[in-house]
């Protein structure tokens, strides 16, 4: 088997995506890059029983290298942010239930906690094609050239990262954001940071050597 190690990676991760409630059933996507080549999740896969022996590996054209099963449905978004995002090393699509349900409602969600600016800051909302085209790839792409996460018009989200860690982190920490706003509005209206007070939080950051921060 091919890429062993990589493959059980992304299998774990969909297992364990899965099981914090973040999907359910066939409802997402990941990958990841190793030099000219993709591991991705293959077409219908159920996340809870994904291994790695299931998994599908391509080129960066999107032909398979090796693997029993057809790859996911949403491969065009995937290889579009690797052919934009050069330093894109794997990428998370979910269906997570709180940032699906706000991608309905919102045209972005504002950074309202300074955690959110490792999401980038306000998390966009790309505008809405038919799953599986490359209309929503690159609907989806060109928002990721601004920020490492987005919603998905009445869809669900999408994020990546430098690895498959990071890619996952990221997914979580979106679901997490997106909770906190949606709750936040619930009471009241939320208290939306301002440029100055981002840039005070990366200063801090930077100073304190909290780890990396993307400016909002």
């Not at 490492?148 to 009445?154: F, I």
Request: proline fraction near 4%; hydrophobic fraction near 45%; include cysteine.
């Amino acid at each position: 088997m091919k890429l062993p190690a990589e493959r059980e990676a992304v299998a774990a991760a969909c297992r364990r995506l899965a099981a914090e409630g973040l999907v359910i059933q066939t409802a997402g996507n990941i990958s990841v890059r190793t030099g000219d080549a993709v591991v991705i999740t293959p077409s219908g896969g159920v996340f809870e029983e994904l291994d790695a022996e299931q998994m599908t590996i391509l080129d960066l054209a999107g032909n398979v290298i090796d693997g029993r099963h057809g790859p996911s449905s949403e491969v065009a978004l995937h290889l579009g942010v690797y052919e934009r995002l050069a330093h894109a090393g794997a990428v998370v699509h979910t269906h997570a239930p709180v940032a699906t349900a706000l991608s309905c409602v919102v045209d972005e969600v504002p950074p309202v906690h300074y955690s959110m600016l490792a999401l980038g800051g306000a998390i966009p909302v790309a505008d809405y094609a038919t799953f599986g085209t490359g209309e929503l790839a690159r609907n989806v792409v060109a928002e990721l050239e601004r920020a490492p996460a987005t919603l998905m018009r009445s869809h669900g989200a999408t994020t990546y990262g430098n690895d498959l860690d990071g890619a996952v982190e990221q997914m979580r920490l979106l679901e997490w954001a997106c909770t906190v706003y949606w709750r936040a509005r619930m009471i009241g209206e939320p208290a939306v940071m301002t440029q100055a007070q981002a840039e005070d939080v990366v200063k801090v950051y930077t100073e304190r050597n909290y780890g990396r921060l993307s400016e909002a």
